[in-house]
């Protein structure tokens, strides 16, 4: 920047000159700090990283990773470390989630960006974001005082007396704490999410191709359904793929609800165990069975990079859908 | 004349499964808190909020959950407190120091939004491993460093993205008038953004207080308020976790009403930060 714009008086030249010396020096220390911050979220990111590999590493010496992760039992005191229950519970409460989430937020992003009032938008909006706030512990606790009860008591008999010749819908567990009931919360915790960013990408595209298509005839559905779902399908799916990856890390409302039974589900009404679950329910007190740390810190690290690879396509995707970085 | 009647018939389809949707997400909202409100309102009596547990709390005899609230209030501030004083420069050199659209900085986005999405309970394990290999026990400090990296991401990103909404020419005029890139950091943009910047600062505010996942095993939980940061803390996502696992109505009870007080926090917070942001597009030049 050119500083030497000013003209001061001969006297004062050099009080300016120290002055503007000083100016300059406090900015060359401030540039070099403040790039140097911009390091240090990449940092904690290798830091979290190493640190996951480095404690799992020995039981990932001592297993073969097919074991590992196609183990179906899961025994600490004895050295036997199955992960396949906890990712099959896992798959499955995500799974259902998603698929009672994505078409109700997808279908309310639809109705909020293209039928809403403009009054109706600033008054639904709110209240989503509402939603989104609240902490999952509360999410959690209505899950038992609400769900769990209604899966036990009405949908779970009700289904094994109508359905229960069909696979996944038999119920041997009556206590309502099931994979249903944890897939329901879940839901309704990642709706705001996928909601918000469906929004944004469907504002993206421009008012010009709604005015076209309603102006050679076409109804408000047929618009959105040839003219804009075309355009934005890839943003709507990377939205889903952030839902299904922040459901997937989600804890303490799912452990909560879900039954915590490391044996591989059979159906949505069986009791499951996730992996954050299992992270969170056997944390702190693993220190006595060897490996056990490790094999907690190997799931850590395996919930890392599945959220990692779902977050990393989903980002890409959204990049080039609406021209920025995810919001 | 028929296809008109089915494109009718396809709207009206559409529109009614849309209106279903909207009637689950805002019905569930409701029932929420709904729900909150007739189990938690009962439980909230002036001593479940200016008490700490007494003898035989857990088994429901007299306390209440101030140890609690309180140190959820300690764990949150010094959290958001840690996680502001990188958040700003950080930001601040994310859109004052870097071009905005140099590589560099698209990395760093990348690599924010991937810190983002980690779950919290990974932040939780990896807090636990630092604080053991440290020697650290359980404590209002562990919890604090843990909760400002999952609050870390979230503030930097939000106040990045304010900072994108500053108006250029006012920059531009204070390099015009010779103002170096701090000066104009501190003297023009920070006071013309400073409401968006408190906006983002509450919202991971808001997210650190309700997490309970980070703070499980690196805060742990105590009946005392905490005196040093050396001290364990205890936290209302974690008190309503715990005392909803106990066996007696009483103390479930309990649980309802500590629900309901987070949520409330957590509500005002909101609230209080769509407020302030939208003082801040009243006056602000666009």
């Known amino acids: 920047m050119d500083l030497q714009a000013t003209q001061p008086q001969p006297t004062d030249q050099r009080a300016a000159g120290k002055i503007l010396a000083s100016r300059q020096r406090t900015e060359r220390r401030a540039s070099v700090l403040f790039k140097g911050l911009t390091l240090f979220p990449i940092l904690i990111f290798l830091v979290i990283l190493v640190v996951l590999i480095a404690r799992s590493l020995p039981i990932l010496q001592q297993k073969s990773l097919t074991d590992l992760l196609f183990g179906q039992i899961w025994r600490p005191s004895e050295g036997v470390f199955g992960f396949l229950p906890f990712i099959a519970g896992s798959l499955w409460v995500t799974g259902i989630a998603i698929l009672l989430a994505a078409p109700v937020s997808i279908l309310c992003a639809i109705f909020l960006s293209e039928y809403a009032k403009p009054v109706v938008r600033t008054t639904i909006k709110p209240l989503i974001d509402i939603l989104a706030a609240i902490p999952s512990v509360v999410y959690g606790l209505w899950g038992v005082l609400v769900i769990v009860p209604w899966v036990g008591d009405s949908f779970a008999p009700f289904v094994e007396s109508t359905l229960g010749f069909l696979p996944f819908l038999q119920s041997k567990n009556p206590t309502g704490y099931s994979i249903l009931s944890g897939a329901i919360v879940l839901a309704v915790m990642v709706t705001p999410f996928i909601i918000a960013i469906s929004y944004e990408v469907m504002r993206t595209v421009p008012r010009g191709y709604h005015e076209a298509s309603l102006a050679v005839g076409a109804t408000r559905w047929q618009t959105v359904r040839y003219v804009i779902f075309p355009r934005v399908a890839s943003g709507l799916a990377a939205g889903v793929v952030l839902g299904i990856s922040r459901a997937f890390g989600e804890t303490m409302a799912v452990l909560m609800v879900v039954g915590n039974n490391p044996n591989i589900p059979k159906s949505i009404l069986d009791a499951a165990y996730p992996l954050p679950a299992l992270i969170a329910n056997n944390y702190g007190e693993m220190m006595s069975i060897p490996l056990y740390d490790a094999a907690l810190l190997g799931s850590a690290l395996l919930l890392l990079i599945i959220v990692l690879i779902f977050n990393v396509l989903a980002t890409l995707v959204l990049r080039k859908v609406t021209g920025k970085g995810q919001e | 004349m028929k296809k008109l009647t089915r494109r009718r018939l396809e709207e009206s389809i559409a529109l009614g499964f849309m209106y279903i949707s909207l009637g689950l997400v805002t019905g569930a909202l409701g029932w929420i808190l709904l729900t909150l409100i007739i189990k938690g309102a009962p439980a909230l009596t002036w001593s479940m909020v200016s008490q700490v547990p007494q003898g035989g709390f857990y088994l429901g005899k007299e306390g209440g959950i101030l140890n609690a609230i309180i140190g ?89 993205e304010v900072l994108r909404l500053m108006p250029r020419d006012i920059e531009h005029a204070s390099y015009g008038l010779g103002a170096t ?45 905490p005196t040093s940061l050396m001290d364990p803390t205890a936290s209302l996502p974690l008190a309503v976790f715990f005392q909803l696992s106990m066996p007696y109505p009483e103390v479930q009870k309990r649980a309802y009403g500590a629900a309901l007080i987070l949520t409330i926090i957590v509500l005002l917070i909101s609230i209080l930060s769509r407020w302030i942001a939208s003082r801040v597009s009243r006056y602000s030049v666009k």
């Open chain 2, 72 to 160: 959820s209030l300690y764990l949150a501030l010094g959290g958001t407190m840690l996680a502001l004083l990188f958040s700003l420069p950080i930001s601040l050199g994310l859109n004052v120091y870097i071009h905005r659209k140099a590589k560099w900085a698209l990395i760093v986005r990348s690599i924010l939004d991937v810190l983002w999405g980690i779950p919290s309970i990974v932040y939780g394990a990896f807090g636990f491993t630092i604080m053991l290999a440290l020697g650290m026990r359980a404590s209002l400090l562990a919890g604090i460093i843990t909760l400002a990296l999952v609050e870390l991401p979230i503030m930097i990103r939000s106040m990045d």
């Open chain 2, 181 to 225: 890139r701090i000066e104009t950091a501190f003297r023009v943009i920070l006071p013309q953004m400073l409401p968006g910047l408190v906006t983002a600062a509450m919202l991971a505010f808001g997210r650190g207080i309700g997490d309970a996942a980070s703070v499980l095993f690196t805060a742990g939980y105590t009946d005392r308020i």
